[in-house]
């Protein structure tokens, strides 16, 4: 509220709402082997996009031709990973659904109808994923929060309707890690990335 009373006369807020979709894509360089005892697993992610939505607020304030966008959505993401026994040489597809809290901050330019944009966003997890391997002996951890970027351009028509294109990528890695019982974990080194495309409505 500071700031925006310090904001000169000629600034203009906005609402709005939106809604779209995200292909999500994670980076696993290498395969992962988890061991307990004489039992062992491998983990190796599916190459290819996964598909989810994402929609929710956005408030708008405009400065000339600067503005600042904080938005509040909720998304999905699935990852998919093989994992074997490697004991008995079985494979099972295993997709994990995360549903979380995306809270991104953009700080854009307007030429007309087109911006550019881009700023930190942060992300919040709020279900808990299917485990990885199905043994007790492992156990699945997750980050609760974590935090990156977006960065991309947008149309705005008529006034009233908003049309954004944006890439998601993290800045922390080890979003998920594996724990054996003896309490060794292992780190997945996943970083998901994502395309997003929303449709929104400025009032």
Known sequence: MAVFIALPAMSQLNFGIKAGLNTTSVTMEDLKTVTSGSTSYTIEKLKGANYGIHAGIFLRLNVAKLYIQPEVLLSTRTNEYTVTNVNSAVDSLVKQNFNKLDIPVMLGLKFGPL??????????????PKE???????????????????????????????????????????????????????????????????VGIIF
């Not at 019982?181 to 929303?198: E, I, K, M, Y």
């Open 115 to 128: 911006r550019i944009n881009g700023g930190p966003s942060a992300s919040l997890l709020i279900n808990s």
């Open 132 to 198: 990885l391997i199905q043994d007790p002996d492992f156990k699945t951890m997750y980050s609760k929060l974590t935090f990156g970027y977006q960065a991309g351009i947008g149309l705005d028509l008529l006034k009233k309707i908003t049309i954004d294109l944006r890439y998601e990528g993290s800045l922390k890695k080890f979003q998920n890690q594996i724990e054996n019982a003896l309490g060794t974990a292992v780190a997945l080194d996943d970083r998901p990335n994502a395309f997003l495309l929303s």
